[in-house]
């Protein structure tokens, strides 16, 4: 918590006002019983009315400074604790943006913008609490117990007795009940949960005929809920009583030695009346205090999740004096290239070497777990080799800076994303100043032209949150689009066909052949069809090239590829 | 796991309020969801809290005794302030032997201590009793939910995302729980003791009553007009926020792309001006709501000074005694309190209610058509398969699929092809009867899949789909699945049969592995066997299939192949097939295209027809080229 303090700095100043106004609100809010003491003990008393107006007029007056103190200290709280909010997303935000992948993975794509967005919501929600709220019953205690003590310090003994009670009252709930909302939402979560998976596997459930085993699991975990849920709250139960009775019996307690104490001329009767008052103004406040501690727990942990990610810098950095690449045609290589993800055992990939060049179509084929991702997303630098070098136009890419770098690759990703925006916006990512011919032309490489124009608004059409309101095998082409506009010297096809049917896929594959002559092209993919034209396939098992050549040289070298290839193509087609 | 990934979407509207929350200044003046028909809900609301009638009424009765107790109290003080002050008075006067009566203020305060004890035990009484009342109706309502949901058609899952259907079952549930536990009480309390209060108020004065009941309207008029204006800013707020949390939660999905493209900057740039915005309204909206308290505590304070101004002229004059002023203050102080309570709690019933009606509506939903009443059963299923003029669309008038005939003998392999999203799933729909064909018949051994038992229809099937559905336990309770008290050799025999015994024996646990929730701690071609090796103990008569691809690598596949071959064996099967070896092997090839059966026969038959499966069979597997390179 006290980590994300240091946001709250450049807010100091409206912080600091908070501060001394609500202190100021608070004053005014116990001078009125020592006020109306003044009215029973000499305008009453002496039967001055006069007196008694005069007094309540300043009365009034006093109420009025106390609203515009707490008028302006909403004022100031709203705007710091926004400010803050604001602040600290925006921090958030670039921060993550920085982040390699690794450090995405690390958290996860959901995780993170839960701490982006809710955490940071969560956050701020406090503080606004605790600057209106939690400032407020510290100074009325305080200003409360002053008044206390300099109206009667002999009576204020009354208080000594009663607040500490007060205190270990609050303790010993807090101390049983934490443990049992902890337990709450864990059972909350596990009920979430049971319901989830009769959600997602709702047609294996029906087909194996268990519903009814799948009502008694969520049975169980719905009823473990209830019987927490009512323990909770019978201990609650016990807290409000409590909290009053100890109030009151102070009130009692007040009255008798207040009363004794008037008796024998130490004290006036206002002054006791006022002392009431005072007594309830602090004892309210260590009631909302305790309030507060319900609060704290559950932003302390949104506060932790959000340090946790500030904690972490990325290591990927543009380095300080930046090569110019000495040619500009794509090439691409890899020296002896391996790569460990952090706390593996074993290698993603090992000892890669190969050589991309300018009008060549390379493929990397091989299973799940292979390395082919790893390898690919160390080209534009997502990712940086553990060992060895990768090189582009003859240069290793960590001595030139990303944005040079970045420009020079088309990258389709496996998971094609789209944005928020029309159809022509989502291209024009690519390359922000193309102009419409441009983007015509890459969407109909893409194979993407004849279902924009069925559309109605064609390239106006507006993409949803998610791209949802197209297909997979449209958006896969939207994102190869996105891609060729740039027109770039090395182009990466990361299984970026999957979702298109084989027709498309042929089709586009031809187009595609013509449109990438002058560039490096490097395709990953799952079926054998895709890749078998490539000038060079590179079979990968295990994170080690297990082949490098022709479809035609790799059936006779390669038994990886050959097992492959059988698993895919009946013997006819083969043969 | 993408799309369970968005089901994770932050939730936006009331969350879960702790116990003891429900009040401060958070809420005032944030706007609330209404309900469609706030009377039929709340009415029905009511009806899950009849069973608890008894004590629904001890809560009742406790709460008014707690309350009456608590607002006797200040007068009964007030009076021990008053015999001080009069003894004060005569001493003042000086008359002889003039003291101040302690035995009478001491019976008071024990009378005192008294109430406050009983008025405590009362409260706790009370909430005690609601804590099991409120728990145990939200724990029937919840029941009620699930097995609704267990009723209810594929089609209501299907149209929905899992997200909010979740939301329903759980948060808005979770939200009638807390107002039941909370806020029924608040609202009895708040409500007896306005009346209480208004009461005690009225046997001490009048004429200050009416003082301090002149500054209710003031109070009114100030929060409903803020609450009014701070409305726009909070809906600008959420709005701001929303677009926001859209923003963060594309451009974080989208990270790889937008780093490849270098558009960083553009996206901090669109982030600082929705941010910005949000600020602009999230500050105003605060303070809009900030100022509701200040100004009640000021119309509050201007009551005091009233009450503090006219009381003590009327005990100069002598109309009424100094201890109803502390009395009365008292009363003044619990007067406005709740009046606000009741402002917030009727905002917090709205919300309820509006919970309450989306988890009816879950309620109301049509169930699947109930079962024949004379169900037949297959004693010996063969698995003869016969569509019949079959008709079926998802929509109502949009047809899919028209008057299809198929014949399939026992132990014959259906395939079905066709690309991405043709709609391969919507057969087995049908088969399994998870939707209702709108005409025509559908026969298994010659009886109409209608006349059966939707349970035994879908026991005739076995089914392997390549969405692996696990779910959080062990292995070999995943593999029990398939049958009701599998014995462990059968389990073993079934992981071996399915060619993933080897595999599971690797694992640290073995056949007791836990898989996590996300099953991440297998791969997906294991979890493929797991499927297989459930369906293999199932033993089911006829079989549905969906092969693996890209997920899975080549040598798992293999596996898994091995695997599904051995299962299909001598039983009749349906699959969604990829592989071409499959494909050609098919007794039957269905050819999808866009959620419709577009052609229909053997592998010989097709390529003959020359039509879209020659096509797609031709682009794919390029048979010339292939044959030049081997």
């Not at chain 2, 974080?252 to 910005?276: A, C, D, L, M, P």
């Not at chain 2, 009701?484 to 073995?510: C, K, M, S």
């Not at chain 2, 592995?513 to 297998?522: F, G, P």
Request: hydrophobic share 45%.
């Amino acid at each position: 918590m006290l980590k994300l303090a240091k946001f709250l700095k450049p807010f100091q100043f409206p912080v600091m006002l908070v501060l001394v106004l609500v202190l100021l609100q608070s004053l005014s809010e116990l001078y009125l019983p020592t006020l109306m003491a003044d009215i029973v003990d000499k305008g009453v008393v002496t039967g001055d009315t006069h007196y008694i107006w005069k007094i309540g007029g300043f009365m009034l007056i006093v109420a009025a400074g106390g609203m515009i103190c707490s008028v302006s200290a909403s004022f100031f709280s709203a705007k710091a604790a926004s400010g803050f909010g604001k602040l600290l997303r925006t921090k958030i935000f670039s921060h993550v943006g920085d982040f390699s992948l690794q450090e995405f993975d690390q958290f996860g794509t959901a995780s993170l913008i839960t701490r982006t967005t809710n955490d940071i919501t969560q956050i701020q929600q406090v503080l606004i609490m605790m600057l209106r709220m939690m400032v407020m019953a510290p100074m009325m205690c305080i200003g409360g117990i002053i008044m206390a003590l300099s109206k009667d310090a002999k009576l204020s003994l009354v208080l000594a007795v009663a607040i500490p009670i007060l205190i270990i009252i609050i303790l010993i709930v807090q101390r049983n009940a934490i443990p049992l909302f902890k337990a709450m939402q864990v059972k909350l979560d596990n009920l979430n949960r049971v319901l989830r998976e009769n959600l997602t596997g709702i047609r294996v459930i029906r087909s194996f005929n268990r519903i009814e085993h799948e009502k008694k699991r969520f049975d169980e975990a719905s009823w473990d809920l209830t019987q927490t849920a009512i323990k909770v709250n019978k201990l609650m139960a016990v807290m409000m009583p409590t909290m009053m009775i100890i109030l009151n019996l102070t009130t009692v307690a007040i009255i008798w030695f207040g009363g004794i104490r008037i008796s024998n001329g130490h004290m006036e009767v206002g002054d006791m009346m006022a002392f009431i008052q005072y007594a309830m103004q602090i004892m309210f406040s260590f009631l909302m205090l305790s309030m507060m501690f319900v609060m704290i727990p559950r932003a302390s942990v949104s506060a932790g999740r959000i340090i946790e990610v500030l904690d972490i810098t990325a290591d990927i950095k543009n380095p300080t004096t930046p090569r110019p690449p000495v040619s500009s045609n794509g090439e691409v290589e890899f020296q002896n290239v391996s790569f460990s993800y952090p706390g593996a055992e074993m290698p993603a990939i090992s000892n890669i070497s190969f050589k991309m060049r300018q009008g060549e179509i390379t493929a990397i084929i091989g299973g799940t777990g292979s390395g082919k991702s790893t390898l690919i997303n160390l080209i534009p630098r997502f990712y940086d080799a553990g060992s060895g070098k990768v090189l582009v136009d003859g240069i290793d890419v960590r001595e030139m800076t990303q944005e040079l770098l970045r420009k020079k690759i088309g990258f389709v990703p496996q998971q094609a994303v789209l944005f928020t925006g029309t159809i022509s916006e989502n291209i024009l990512y690519g390359k922000e100043e193309a102009s419409d011919e441009e983007v015509r032309h890459a969407a109909e490489i893409a194979q993407a032209a004849e279902f924009i124009n069925e559309m109605p608004e064609g390239y106006n059409t507006l993409i949803a949150q998610g791209g949802t309101n197209v297909s997979g095998g449209q958006k896969q082409r939207l994102s190869i689009a996105r891609a060729l506009v740039r027109r770039p010297e090395i182009y990466i096809f990361d299984d970026s066909f999957s979702a298109l049917d084989f027709k498309t896929d042929a089709k586009l594959r031809a187009a595609l052949k013509e449109e990438t002559q002058q560039s490096t092209v490097l395709i990953v993919a799952q079926r054998v069809s895709t890749i078998i034209d490539a000038d060079q396939i590179i079979v990968l098992d295990n994170g080690e090239i297990a082949g490098i050549g022709k479809h035609k040289e790799l059936m006779e070298t390669s038994k990886v590829y050959r097992e492959i290839v059988m698993s895919q193509l009946s013997e006819e087609e083969i043969a | 796991m993408s799309k369970d990934s968005q089901n994770h979407r932050p939730q936006q509207g009331p969350g879960p309020r702790g116990p003891g929350g429900g009040f401060g200044p958070m809420g005032m003046g944030a706007p609330v969801q209404k309900a469609k028909d706030f009377k039929g809900t709340l009415k029905r609301l009511i009806t899950y809290l009849k069973p608890y009638k008894m004590q629904l009424i001890a809560v009742l009765i406790t709460a008014i005794i707690s309350t009456i107790f608590a607002i006797v109290s200040p007068k009964i003080m007030g009076k021990a302030t008053t015999k001080l002050f009069e003894g004060l008075m005569m001493k003042f006067r000086g008359v002889p032997g003039a003291k101040i009566d302690f035995e009478y203020i001491g019976h008071i305060i024990l009378l005192l201590i008294g109430l406050y004890i009983l008025s405590a035990v009362f409260a706790y009484i009370q909430q005690y009793i609601m804590a099991g009342v409120a728990q145990k109706t939200v724990y029937q309502l919840r029941k009620e939910v699930e097995e609704k949901l267990n009723r209810l058609p594929l089609k209501y899952f299907d149209a929905r995302t899992h997200g909010e259907i979740l939301s329903r079952a759980v948060n808005d549930v979770d939200n009638i729980s807390t107002t039941l536990q909370q806020s029924l009480t608040q609202l009895i309390t708040s409500v007896v003791t306005l009346i209480g209060v208004i009461v005690m108020m009225l046997s001490i004065s009048p004429l200050m009553t009416l003082i301090v009941v002149v500054t209710l309207p003031l109070s009114f008029i100030a929060t409903a007009n803020i609450a009014k204006r701070s409305q726009a800013y909070f809906k600008g707020q959420q709005k701001a926020l929303g677009q926001l949390n859209g923003h963060v939660e594309e451009m974080y999905t989208g990270h790889k792309v937008i780093k490849v493209f270098g558009r960083e900057e553009k996206s901090i740039e669109q982030f600082e001006e929705i941010n910005e915005r949000l600020y602009q309204a999230g500050w105003k909206a605060q303070f809009m709501s900030g100022l509701i308290m200040p100004f009640m505590s000021f119309i509050n304070n201007i009551g005091y000074v009233l009450v503090s101004v006219a009381g003590g002229i009327l005990v100069t004059k002598k109309a009424i005694e100094i201890g109803d002023i502390q009395a009365f203050i008292q009363y003044a102080r619990q007067f406005s309190q709740p009046i606000t309570q009741t402002a917030m709690i009727a905002n917090v019933i709205q919300s309820t209610v509006a919970s309450a009606e989306r988890v009816f509506e879950i309620l109301d939903e049509t169930e699947e058509i109930p079962e024949a009443a004379t169900a037949k059963k297959l004693a010996d299923p063969k698995g003869e398969v016969k569509f019949e003029d079959v008709s079926f669309g998802y929509k109502e008038n949009e047809s899919l699929i028209e008057d299809m005939n198929i014949e399939v003998r026992p132990g014959q392999k259906v395939a079905i092809v066709g690309p991405t999203g043709a709609g391969k799933t919507t057969l087995i729909n049908l088969l399994m009867r998870f939707y209702e064909i709108n005409s025509g018949k559908i026969l298994i051994d010659g009886i109409d899949t209608r006349d059966m038992k939707r349970e035994h229809l879908r026991g005739l099937f076995g089914m392997v789909l390549q969405d692996t559905w696990l779910f959080n336990s062990t292995i070999r309770d995943n593999i029990a699945y398939g049958r009701d008290g599998a014995t462990e050799e059968e389990i073993v025999a079934a992981a071996q049969a399915a060619n993933a015994d080897h595999f599971i024996r690797t694992l640290p646990d073995g056949y007791d592995t836990i898989l996590n929730e996300e099953a991440s701690n297998i791969s997906q071609g294991q979890k493929q066997l797991l499927t297989i090796a459930r369906a293999i103990l199932a033993d089911p008569a006829m079989l549905i299939l969906d092969e693996a691809t890209s997920s899975v690598d080549t040598r798992t596949e293999v596996q898994i192949q091995k695997a599904m071959d051995h299962l299909m064996k001598g039983r009749t099967s349906f699959i969604i097939a990829h592989r071409l070896s499959t494909i050609r092997d098919a007794d039957i090839i269905l050819v999808m295209n866009n959620g419709r059966v577009i052609e229909k026969g053997n592998h010989q038959e097709l390529l003959e027809k020359d039509g879209f499966y020659a096509d797609l069979y031709n682009s794919q597997f390029s048979g010339g080229r292939m044959k030049n390179a081997g």
